[in-house]
């Protein structure tokens, strides 16, 4: 049928009840934007156990007396294990320069000799494995263990396992609240259409006196859904990206990323939601105030 | 045009709506249906404009049985069905223009043709002025005359008329009559559901009474009241 009619009309009435349309506006903006933050927060806890877990790390010292042959032969032990993702030397003067960079160099000075260990740093591919990769240098003759202990190799246990543990349990929540906003999100939208089409139902009685179908009827009110969505969810969009922007700034600027997490990430990095956050809030509005118009009618509709 | 046959719609619970109702209305006719307040009036009109369905019976609208009329043709039905009320149900936020137009518009005639026709049928019915006001603005019996532009813009063959004149002063009511039997001249059928005495004295035409649901006058040139025997000879 004719769009520009079925355009105009909506346009039309939106500023007719101009009231009812800013109401209805501010009640997706205000769902969308918490269902935004909600997701960001959620994108961003993800990455940042992502990262916290790339951070698990195993070094294995070696005996000085070890010699290059046995330092190859734990090499090789090291290249045929599948659960590592990727290891380093670091060499006695690696370690004494890493030394020096953090504890400055008048202790170093002082030192007749090198007392610092060559080392393995070990990735491992899956965090929850460290345990059984670091458990099979244990009783290795290479390691630079004390007698009767396993103290060569180090990695961080309980730490890692507490936080990580922690993040999950975060995950699972943020799951659920997504849910239970997702779904406030359509209660209250289609709350507010259908408080807005009952405000009119005389005016669809008319309609339908006068010969016009159901379609005919329908497509306004659908597209009035529909840019009420549309505008709504757009300015959560941008409200949720600026105050996503706004955290991750204050957080770089102050010294508290002490995790060096970059624990804000903005949604054109990528994340959880493939098409980016703004997009994907903007048609999920959209697309909440064409159906949630729909529905409403489908009562005043019935022949 | 309109063909009632042993008609039944009974309400819940058992308010009753029309009673073994049966009349044939012609083409082109000018019909009176006159009674008391809940005697079927409505229901009849809402019948024929399959807003209601009946229990039993079967009805006719030119020459369509709209029992076995499908859900999806009940609004090509309407078209041909011009619709005027006692409240008028003009749409609120439309100027009388578009109000006219929107009749126009859902059965999809063309732009051109409707900034034709439009003003065309707003100076037939006296409103050429006051193309651009909204009904809140203008008068009972202007918005009365917007509600018969709008029923007629379309030359629907049938025109049905509930009360039309119900709400407006007495004077005004004359010429929406007179535009009614104007659009009747043009060939369409036009039925008036009324309790204007006078209107219905003045005029003399068909009368259909109505009493409980049931018909129980059907005179030619008749009046509103039955005229007895004994009324007719005292006067």
Known sequence: MRFSFFLSEALGSMRRNWVMAMAAVITVFISTAILGAVLVTRDNLNQGATSLKNRVMIEVFIKDEAGPEKTQALERKIQGMNEVKSYKYISKEEALRRFRERFGERIVANLPINPLPASYEIQVKDADRVDSVAEQFFDDPTVDNDPGTHNGVKYAKETVRKMLGTISLIEKGMWVTTGIFAAAAVLLISTTVRLSIFARRREVEIMRLVGATNWFIRWPFVLEGFITGLVGAMLAAVFVWVGNWGIANWIQSSQIDFLSLRVFRMWWQGGAWPPGLMPSLAILGALLGAVGSLVALRRYLKT | ?235
């Open chain 2, 1 to 235: 045009m309109i063909v009632f046959e042993d008609v039944i719609k009974v309400y819940d619970p058992d308010v009753v709506g029309l009673k073994d109702f049966t009349c044939h209305i012609g083409k082109g006719e000018f019909v009176f249906l006159v009674g008391p307040s809940g005697s079927g009036k409505s229901t009849l009109i809402r019948l024929v404009l399959k807003e209601l369905v009946p229990d039993s019976g079967r009805i006719l609208v030119a020459g369509r049985n709209l029992g076995t009329l499908r859900k999806s043709k009940v609004p090509l039905l309407r078209r041909n069905i011009g619709c005027v009320f006692q409240d008028f149900k003009l749409l609120p936020n439309k100027t009388v223009h578009d109000n006219v137009a929107y009749a126009l518009e859902v059965v999809g005639e063309p732009r051109r043709s409707i900034r034709r026709k439009v003003p065309e049928i707003l100076s037939l019915v006296g409103l050429a002025e006051k193309t651009d006001s909204y009904p809140h603005e203008i008068s009972g019996g202007e918005q009365q005359r917007v509600s018969v532009a709008r029923a007629f813009v379309n030359h629907p063959p049938l025109l049905l008329a509930d009360e039309p004149t119900g709400n407006i002063d007495p004077e005004t009511a004359v010429g929406i009559m007179q535009l009614l039997v104007r659009i009747n001249r043009t060939g369409t059928t036009v039925v008036i559901a009324t309790h204007d005495r006078d209107m219905v004295n003045r005029m003399r035409r068909r009368v259909l009474q109505l009493e409980a649901g049931r018909l129980v006058r059907d005179e030619r040139r008749g009046s509103y009241e039955q005229v007895t025997g004994e009324v007719g000879d005292a006067l």
